[in-house]
């Protein structure tokens, strides 16, 4: 299993106001803004549930958006160290379904907004 979902993609203007919107209508927090104008955004402080992060560069008209869930510590000693700490929102699998599904349909809100396909 991958440990992040990134996507590559194009589109036309700046997708930072798209970005910041969709995170405050999905409950992500934007965490930090790099020099180089990474947005990172996270959903839920991993003590009980799973956190959910999105990361967001835009240079020019190219966009990179990697997603991944972060697995809680409990989770992981639950399973024996057999589930990874962070985990990709697509594809398929049980572990950690419930807060990769939830992430996967938060960011494919965004890539709708975005005019781009969906995650499968």
Known sequence: MESKTVR???????????A???ASANNFKLRVVDPDGTRRYQRGQGLMVNAQHALLRQ???DV???AWTHATLLDRIAVLGM???NMAVDGGGLRGRIPRKRAKESVN???AQLGQEPLQ
């Open 64 to 66: 990179h958006l990697e």
């Open 83 to 85: 589930m990874p700490a």
């Open 8 to 18: 590559d993609f194009r589109v036309n203007g700046d997708v930072t106001a798209i």
């Open 109 to 111: 809100k965004l890539l």
């Open 20 to 22: 910041d919107a969709w």
């Open 59 to 61: 240079s020019g008209s």
